[in-house]
């Protein structure tokens, strides 16, 4: 061999040998240390809701403390809360695993357009043998071909609240129906408004309210009401808004979901939270999504979420105040220390609600929003001018109480105007049909608002001409 090639060998282990007795001195006698494993990356489950931000919160501190999350190596909850219209198009873009909360009409959609995958894993099926199939008529569990799509994790009435101090000094009587809301009582304290209400096209609890007088009264008649009673209030941006409102004495009245009425209770006894007759119970959804890259940890949170310890730490916390879907959830520590909770949810489940045809529901969802937002929230000031001029009139002895509810009927009846030389009337049918482009299109929604809006003006300038001078 070579000499070179020789030396260039010895040189190379004399080098390597004094890197190693160098390396020991420095590291000092013992064993070597163990080499360091970097663990598996931790799972972080995406939810798409419409929960308040508290939830969040809540959550979040909750489950990722439990045996669960741990055992299935899940380390954050990442919420997102986008428009419920633009729920399919996040969905697909995001790819959340679970959706959480928003109303079975959102929800029914979501199954229909293929984004809802069935729930499978055998101890969550378990839990969710603990759930009712429905309560007061409402449905807990959403079927489709023989499998289970989604699954109420919190049930809520809808009604309103009242602040009794106010009404009592302003000398105003107190609601109890839905009717209440749309008297000429409440028009005495114009331009303040009485009540605050929603956009439908920004809360989904507002707009069930909406569908819930729309089903109770009749189409028509329907309208009537919410005219009178958007008449009597104000437009707020949401229904935080809207309670809001109630809660800092800027109105004494607003309508609600029954935890934010509960709410307010638990602040001041002055506060009173009304379910009024012709009402329904709701099934507040949870589901897996099958964009879901980690389905079987989605299907644990959904576990946990549907417990009864779940249940409790979520629904019955102070800063929340929810219905669980699940009574023995008041058996739970927690659970025994909201006495006021169980007391109301007894009378939720006991209560006699109008039959909900959710179908119907979701086949005019959007017709019914973005008509209301247009013709009783961008029209207020002139809907509250020709109301006010019609509860003055009343008033004064000028017009009979027969010709107030025809002037009131005017106001509120479904809108008709003329386009391209045809005439349209806002029917249960026109609805209907023109409500999935109004949901997928934006330009033809802008187009039909601006119409709702200029006909809308034009029938309260006509009616202010008519009605006498109070």
């Known amino acids: 061999m070579d000499k070179k090639v020789v030396g260039g060998i010895l040189l190379i282990l004399v080098i390597v040998v004094a890197t190693g007795f160098f390396l020991l001195s420095r590291r000092g006698p013992g064993p070597s240390p163990t080499p360091t494993v970097t663990p598996a990356e931790g799972i972080v489950l995406k939810i798409i809701t419409r929960h308040a931000s508290t939830i969040w919160k809540i959550t979040k501190e909750s489950f990722l403390k439990t045996d669960l999350a741990k055992q299935y190596n899940i380390v954050d909850l990442r919420f997102y809360s986008p428009n419920f219209a633009l729920w399919p198009d996040v969905i697909q873009k995001e790819k959340p695993d679970v959706a959480w909360g928003g109303g079975p009409t959102v929800f029914n959609d979501l199954v229909d357009k293929g984004?809802?995958?069935?729930?499978?894993?055998?101890?969550?099926?378990?839990?969710?043998?603990?759930?009712?199939?429905?309560?007061?008529?409402?449905?807990?569990?959403?079927?489709?071909?023989?499998?289970?799509?989604?699954?109420a994790a919190a049930i809520s009435s809808f009604g309103f609240t009242y602040n009794k101090k106010m009404l009592n000094e302003r000398g105003l009587p107190e609601p109890q129906t839905w009717e209440d809301l749309a008297s000429p009582e409440y028009g005495k304290m114009l331009p303040l408004p009485a009540l605050s209400y929603a956009r439908s096209t920004t809360s989904t609890s507002h707009s069930r309210i909406y569908q819930i007088i729309l089903?109770?009264?009749?189409?028509?008649?329907?309208?009537?009401?919410?005219?009178?009673?958007?008449?009597?209030?104000?437009?707020?941006?949401g229904s935080v808004e809207a309670q809001w409102a109630v809660q800092t004495g800027e109105v004494p009245i607003g309508i609600m979901i029954d935890f934010y009425g509960f709410e307010l209770q638990l602040q001041s006894p002055d506060f009173i939270y009304v379910m009024p007759p012709g009402t329904i119970v709701n099934g507040d959804p949870i589901a897996l999504l099958t964009t879901s890259e980690h389905p079987e940890a989605a299907q644990a949170f959904i576990r946990w979420v549907l417990s009864a310890e779940g249940q409790a730490v979520l629904w019955l916390d102070e800063r929340i105040n929810?219905?669980?879907?699940?009574?023995?959830?008041?058996?739970?520590?927690?659970?025994?220390?909201?006495?006021?909770?169980?007391?109301?949810?007894?009378?939720?489940?006991?209560?006699?609600?109008?039959?909900?045809?959710?179908?119907?529901?979701?086949?005019?969802?959007?017709?019914?929003?973005?008509?209301?937002?247009?013709?009783?929230?961008?029209?207020?000031?002139?809907?509250?001018?020709?109301?006010?001029?019609?509860?003055?009139?009343l008033e004064a002895g000028k017009i009979t109480q027969e010709e107030f509810e025809q002037y009131k009927y005017e106001l509120g009846k479904p809108l008709t105007w003329t386009e391209d030389g045809t005439k349209y009337t806002f029917t249960l049918e026109y609805a209907i049909q023109i409500n999935e482009e109004l949901k997928k299109n934006p330009t033809f929604a802008s187009k039909m608002q601006s119409l709702w809006r200029e006909a809308a003006v034009q029938r309260y300038e006509e009616l202010f001409n008519e009605i006498p001078d109070p």
């Not at 069935?118 to 009712?132: F, R, S, Y």
């Not at 008529?137 to 079927?143: I, L, P, Q, S």
């Not at 220390?337 to 006991?350: C, F, K, P, W």
Request: proline content about 5%.
């Open 215 to 237: 089903q109770k009264e009749g189409w028509e008649q329907g309208w009537v009401l919410i005219a009178g009673l958007a008449a009597n209030g104000r437009p707020y941006g």
């Open 322 to 393: 929810r219905m669980p879907v699940r009574e023995d959830a008041f058996k739970t520590p927690k659970g025994r220390e909201r006495v006021d909770l169980y007391t109301r949810y007894n009378q939720t489940i006991a209560l006699q609600a109008i039959q909900f045809n959710e179908s119907l529901a979701g086949a005019v969802y959007f017709s019914i929003a973005y008509y209301l937002d247009a013709v009783l929230c961008d029209t207020h000031e002139e809907l509250v001018r020709t109301w006010k001029k019609l509860v003055d009139a």
């Open 115 to 151: 984004l809802v995958a069935p729930l499978t894993d055998p101890e969550l099926l378990a839990e969710v043998n603990n759930i009712p199939d429905d309560i007061s008529g409402a449905e807990m569990k959403r079927y489709k071909d023989g499998k289970l799509m989604w699954v």
